[in-house]
C-alpha cells in the first residue's frame, strides 16, 4: 500500500497564503470543555486543525486549515468563533 | 433607493458554478454584473468530489463538454457494496454516456478559473480576494454587500456563497442546519499516468469511470466513499455524515485513510503520488436544507448555499443543480431589472421559475432519499449478505450445491436480517431513490 505520510506531510504539499495578522479560529476554551465540543473538534477536523493539550485546553493551527465548516457545523453554541480567512488569504487549491 | 446610487445592476457572491453560471448569462444579457469571490483566484477555495453532471451546461456554455477543462468523460459508473475482506460490485459501462456527453469529471481550481474566465469575456467585472462580509439591507430591502471598510450597492444581490452561507445565516434567513444534514468530505487527489489509469481503469481515451462505495469504506459511519478518474489522476475519498462521524467516536481523516488502505482500492492508488489533500463540507439533504426561503427583497440564494444538493444513494448531485438554479435566477432577475421591481414578490418568482425546471422536479423527487439513507442496514449488514450469497455460489467446497433460492435462503438466514426489515427497506429503496 502506497504510504502517503502524516496529514501535516500532506498539507505541506498545498499553497497557502498565511494571514499573519489575523486568527480567523478561537476556541471558548470553557464552553468547549464543558460541552465536549473540544474532544469533537479534534477528530472531525480532517486537516488536524485542533488539537488538546496536557491541560485539556485546545489549541487551533489556524494555518492548516482547509476552511470547510465541519468544526462550526458541530460546535456547541457558544464554543468556537468560526469565519473564513480575510479575502485572498489561507489555503489555495490547485486541484479541488 | 433610487436607481442611480447602485454601483452594479447585480452583485453575485461567491465564483463556484452557481455564482458563474448567474454572473455570465446576466452580463451576457447587457447588465452591469460584479462577481466577487474570497479566494486570491477564482476557483481556489473550490472543491466537489468530482462528477458533474454537465448536460445543463450546453443551455449556458454550447460545446461545453468539449471546450472546459473537464477530465474525463464518465462511461463506466460502478457501484460497490464494501466489506472488510470483500466487495460486491455493479459495474455498468455504456457507450450511450459519451453521446451525448452526460457526466464528467471536473478538478473545480481549473473548471472554476475557466468559468471566471468566460465571465470576464462577456464584461463581468471579476473581484477575486474579497471576503464579503456582510448584505447590506435598507429595511427588509437587501441593497449591498460590505466588504471590510468597502461597500458596494445593486438592485439585486445573489448569494452563491457556498454550502456554509454565511451571508444567508447572518441575514436570519438560514438558522444553523442540523449536523445531519451536513457531510464533510475528505478527498485525496492522486497522481497516476494515463497508461496507468487506462490499464487500471479499463478505459480509453478521455473516458472515465467512477465508483460509489457503500459500507467498509467508512467503518458503518453512514455515508460512503468514491473514486473518480481525472486524465492524469484519481479523486478518491469518503463522505462521512456529521452526526454519525461524532456519533460513532471516529477521527475523520482516520477513516479516510482507511478507505484508501482497503484491500479493494489500494491496488486502484498503488504507485502514485499525492497532489494534493483537500476537504469540503457538503450537504446530505439538500431537500430539507432547501425547504426554507430562497429570497428577500432584492436578495436570492442559489446553488449550495440555497441547500441544492442531492444524494441518491446512486448519484451524487451539486454542481448541475448549481448550474440550473442559477440559470433560474438569472431569468428572474433580468425580468426584474427590466421592471424596475426588486420586491419579494418579484424575487419569489425565483421559487416559482425552479419548481419548473429539472431543480425543483428533482429535489421533490428525491425527497425522501435522505431518510432512506438513515438506514443503519445500509453502511453494513446489506453489503455482507450480498457476498455471502456470492460466496455460496462460487464457494465450491464439495457440499451438495443447492438452487439460487436456497443458497441465498441461507445466507439470509445466516446475516441476522429480519425478513420484514428486508422487505421494508426494498420497497422504500425503489420509491426513494
Known sequence: MTDFGSIQDRLALNTYALDEGQNHIEVHQDVARATGTGKLLVRVCPAHVYTEEPDGTITAAYAACLECGTCLAVAAPGSLTWHYPRGGFGVAYREG | ?433
Open chain 2, 1 to 433: 433607493m433610487s436607481s442611480q446610487e447602485v454601483d452594479f445592476d447585480v452583485i453575485v457572491v461567491g465564483g463556484g458554478v452557481a455564482g458563474a453560471v448567474c454572473a455570465y448569462r446576466l452580463a451576457e444579457a447587457g447588465r452591469q454584473v460584479v462577481l466577487i469571490e474570497r479566494g486570491g483566484e477564482p476557483g481556489s477555495k473550490n472543491l466537489s468530489g468530482g462528477v458533474f453532471y454537465c448536460r445543463v451546461m450546453e443551455q449556458v456554455f454550447p460545446g461545453f463538454a468539449d471546450e472546459a477543462p473537464v477530465e474525463r468523460r464518465i462511461t463506466r459508473n460502478v457501484l460497490s457494496f464494501l466489506n472488510e475482506s470483500s466487495c460486491v460490485n455493479i459495474d455498468y459501462w455504456d457507450a450511450r454516456l459519451a453521446e451525448p456527453v452526460n457526466a464528467v469529471t471536473v478538478l473545480r481550481a481549473k473548471l472554476d478559473a475557466w468559468l471566471a474566465a468566460r465571465c470576464e469575456d462577456v464584461g463581468v467585472m471579476v473581484m477575486p480576494g474579497v471576503r464579503v462580509d456582510e448584505l447590506i439591507f435598507d429595511g427588509q430591502q437587501c441593497v449591498g454587500v460590505r466588504a471590510g471598510e468597502d461597500e458596494l450597492r445593486a438592485h439585486v444581490v445573489v448569494a452563491a456563497d457556498g454550502v456554509n452561507s454565511f451571508l444567508a445565516q447572518g441575514s436570519g434567513i438560514r438558522a444553523k442546519e442540523p449536523a445531519k444534514h451536513l457531510a464533510v468530505g475528505v478527498k485525496s487527489v492522486i497522481g497516476l499516468s494515463r497508461a496507468v489509469i487506462q490499464d487500471r481503469f479499463h478505459v480509453t481515451g478521455n473516458d472515465g469511470v467512477a465508483y460509489a462505495f457503500v459500507g467498509d469504506c467508512t467503518q458503518t459511519v453512514a455515508g460512503g466513499g468514491f473514486l473518480y478518474t481525472n486524465l492524469k489522476s484519481v479523486s478518491v475519498g469518503v463522505v462521512l455524515r456529521l452526526d454519525d462521524l461524532a456519533a460513532k467516536g471516529l477521527t475523520a481523516s482516520d477513516v479516510h485513510d482507511h478507505f484508501l488502505a482497503h484491500p479493494a482500492v489500494a491496488p486502484l492508488i498503488e504507485g502514485g503520488e499525492l497532489l494534493e489533500y483537500g476537504c469540503h463540507l457538503t450537504i446530505e439533504d439538500g431537500p430539507a436544507m432547501a425547504g426554507h426561503d430562497l429570497t428577500r427583497p432584492g436578495l436570492i440564494i442559489i446553488g449550495d448555499a440555497a441547500g441544492f444538493t442531492l444524494n441518491t444513494g446512486l448519484t451524487i448531485r451539486g454542481m448541475d443543480l448549481a448550474a440550473g438554479s442559477a440559470i433560474a435566477a438569472s431569468d428572474v432577475i433580468a425580468a426584474a431589472l427590466d421592471a424596475v421591481d426588486y420586491s419579494q414578490q418579484a424575487m419569489d418568482a425565483y421559487t416559482a421559475a425552479l419548481a419548473t425546471t429539472f431543480v425543483g422536479a428533482d429535489m421533490k423527487t428525491y425527497a425522501r432519499a435522505p431518510a432512506f439513507l438513515e438506514v443503519p442496514r445500509m453502511y453494513r449488514d446489506y453489503g455482507l449478505l450480498l457476498a455471502d450469497v456470492f460466496h455460496g455460489i462460487y464457494d465450491l467446497d464439495l457440499t451438495p450445491r443447492r438452487h439460487l433460492l436456497g443458497t441465498a435462503t441461507r445466507a439470509f438466514k445466516g446475516s441476522g436480517l429480519k425478513f420484514r426489515h428486508v422487505l421494508r427497506d426494498g420497497w422504500a429503496a425503489v420509491r426513494a431513490l
